[in-house]
């Protein structure tokens, strides 16, 4: 909508950014069945502009599940109104931590990939988590 765009009619990153984290966390409560809060957003590349006039489709999916968190991949896709052509416009990749009643974190079911493409993304996403794990330990706080 032109609200969420600015001058050149391109989609504000921010509104985009705004609907990528809306949907990972109905992604990731989905999952777990519990409330989750963003721990952080890990990845997030503006492939392709959204202008105004555009659709927008937001695709969330659990890629992995640690003890208490879960990454969530998210691909957002540009689609052409008239011709229904679409091109992935964004994608991210997010972290969640699962809440218990009294605002702690609290374990996760675990995910059980079944299609090649589940496992592919699940593997992806083990990878991620452990580079960030690497790079976390060797950052001096």
Same mark, same amino acid.
């Given at each position: 909508?032109?609200?969420?765009a600015?001058? %050149? ?11 990528? &984290?809306?949907?990972? @966390?109905?992604?990731?409560?989905r999952? %777990? ?6 721990? @952080?957003? &890990?990845?997030?590349?503006?492939? !392709?502009?959204? %202008?105004?006039? &555009? ?23 540009? !689609?052409d109104p008239? /011709?229904?052509?679409?091109?992935? =416009? /964004?994608?991210?990749?997010? /972290?969640?931590?699962?809440? &218990?009643?009294?605002?702690?974190? %609290? ?7 079944? /299609?090649?493409? !589940?496992?592919?993304c699940? !593997?992806? =996403? ?6 960030r794990?690497?790079?976390? @330990?060797?950052?001096?706080?």
């Amino acid at each position: 909508m032109p609200n969420q765009a600015n001058p %050149c009619g391109t989609a504000f990153g921010g509104a985009i950014v705004a609907w990528i &984290d809306m949907v990972a @966390s109905m992604a990731a409560q989905r999952h %777990c069945g519990k409330e989750v809060v963003t721990a @952080s957003i &890990d990845s997030l590349s503006f492939r !392709e502009p959204i %202008c105004v006039g &555009d659709h927008v489709v937001l695709k969330a999916a659990v890629n992995y599940v640690g003890h208490t968190s879960m990454e969530v991949g998210v691909q957002v896709i540009r !689609e052409d109104p008239y /011709t229904a052509k679409q091109v992935r =416009a /964004t994608t991210a990749h997010l /972290t969640f931590v699962a809440l &218990d009643k009294d605002k702690h974190p %609290c374990p996760v079911p675990p995910i059980l990939p079944q /299609t090649a493409d !589940e496992k592919r993304c699940y !593997e992806n =996403a083990k990878l991620r988590v452990q580079a960030r794990k690497d790079l976390l @330990s060797k950052i001096s706080r």
